[in-house]
């Protein structure tokens, strides 16, 4: 059974973007690394090269497309009442 702090954490996980899921990846290896763990930290500008990368493989095609109706947060808020 996962406790609830484990739960609410997995899922404010699932909101972050890549570039924090790395930020956030390579704070937790960097505090481990300060508890005696022999895993070596990265060095700091790892996430900015992780960055870097997957940028150059983006799609560059992307176009949006226009939805009737406002914005998903307000549809879903009026929905939910």
């Given amino acids: ?45 790892a996430i900015a090269l992780a960055d870097e990368e997957r940028k150059r493989h983006r799609r560059h095609d992307f176009q949006p497309i226009e939805l009737p109706g406002g914005p998903l947060s307000h549809d879903i808020i009026r929905d939910r009442r």
């Fill in 1 to 45: 059974m996962v406790s609830p702090n484990v739960n609410e954490v997995y899922h404010a996980v699932q909101t972050l973007t890549d570039a924090e899921r790395d930020e956030l990846w390579q704070l937790m290896e960097a505090r481990a690394g300060r508890q005696g763990d022999s895993a070596k930290p990265h060095p700091p500008n």
